[in-house]
């Protein structure tokens, strides 16, 4: 069976640091990859999504960034962190773009 | 761009009434499917409807999509105390990312 991995489940960043977010797919190959944030009781927003090893494609226009060095990783990146950036990040797989999403169980960032 | 409006945006019921929300898209869809997040967990896929007009039913919920493929409607029959959360929708349309719509948070007294 498949399995979605992320960590860290919670960070609390300072404001101007860096950061890294990891996500990792089991029991599947070339999946489409995909992250989102979720502001406090609010939707979700796709960041990035992947559909294949080194193939990034953006939503948002922002200080965030993403990688995708193996077939079953994920990075989310920033070299710099905003107060705006608080919130509940999640990233989720599929095995094709009108098949049914998996997601993570999130990492949670506040940045202070 | 592609739009997928969820209404109502909040919903309070007492336990044993029946909860609806409802999903619109200003686009044909190809296919639409449901999520539900737990307060505090991440969102679960509940189900997808391709087909015009099709409903699906998963226990005491009831699934639509319309014949126009632009809505589509979540119903709960006699909520419970573990109906509670937030239920999204998410439109697909053809050679385009998953659309989600803002949701709608369903909350049960008992």
């Known amino acids: 069976s498949q399995t979605i991995h992320q960590w860290p489940a919670t960070l609390v960043q300072p404001v101007g640091s860096p950061l890294s977010l990891e996500c990792t797919v089991e029991?599947?190959?070339?999946?489409?990859l995909y992250w989102y944030r979720q502001a406090a009781g609010r939707g979700l927003q796709l960041l990035f999504y992947?559909?294949?090893?080194?193939?990034i494609s953006s939503e948002v226009p922002q200080n965030l960034s993403a990688s995708r060095p193996q077939d079953r990783q994920f990075i989310l990146s920033s070299k710099k962190l905003l107060l705006s950036d608080s919130g509940f990040y999640l990233c989720?797989?599929?095995?094709?773009?009108?098949?049914?999403?998996?997601f993570g169980p999130g990492t949670r960032l506040t940045v202070t | 761009g592609q739009q997928v409006m969820q209404i109502p945006q909040y919903q309070h019921v007492q336990e044993g009434e029946d909860f609806t929300t409802y999903c619109n898209s200003s686009?044909?869809?190809?296919?639409i499917q449901w999520y539900k997040q737990r307060p505090g967990g991440h969102p679960v896929f509940l189900i997808q409807?391709?087909?015009?007009?099709e409903v699906k039913k998963q226990k005491r919920l009831t699934f639509q999509f319309g014949e126009a493929k632009k809505n589509s409607s979540l119903h709960i029959t006699a909520t419970q105390t573990t109906d509670v959360g937030t239920y999204f929708c998410?439109?697909?349309?053809?050679?385009?990312?998953?659309?989600f719509g803002k949701g709608t948070t369903l909350s049960v007294s008992s």
């Open positions: 998410a439109g697909h349309q053809a050679g385009t990312a998953l659309i």
């Open positions: 686009t044909t869809l190809s296919n």
């Open positions: 992947s559909v294949g090893i080194g193939q």
């Open positions: 409807l391709v087909k015009s007009g």
């Open positions: 989720a797989w599929t095995r094709g773009t009108s098949y049914e999403q998996y």
């Open positions: 029991g599947t190959s070339n999946p489409n």
